[in-house]
């Protein structure tokens, strides 16, 4: 959905735990989440460190979209 969304003139940012199937269909940005069940949250965490995590996720979704990609590129998710 991303890459049509994105042939549309709208850039996007997808966060996913199966990156490697996002880039093989052509998705321009793709930010490792933490896993496949979760990918935009990390359970292991106590709730304030979790949402810490969350935040930082959010910002590394930020730069990916403001950087200019000419092909599938994956940036990596907080440690």
Do not use: Y
Request: with cysteine; hydrophobic share 40%.
């Amino acid at each position: 959905m991303a890459k049509e969304v994105e042939r549309a003139g709208i850039p996007t940012v997808l966060i996913t735990g199966l990156s490697t199937v996002a880039l093989k269909v052509g998705a321009n940005r793709v930010l490792q989440g933490k896993r496949f069940s979760h990918p935009c949250g990390n359970p292991a965490l106590k709730p304030e460190d979790e949402q810490t995590w969350r935040l930082e996720l959010l910002r590394t979704a930020l730069r990916a979209f403001t950087t200019p990609v000419s092909m599938p590129t994956l940036f990596e998710s907080p440690a």
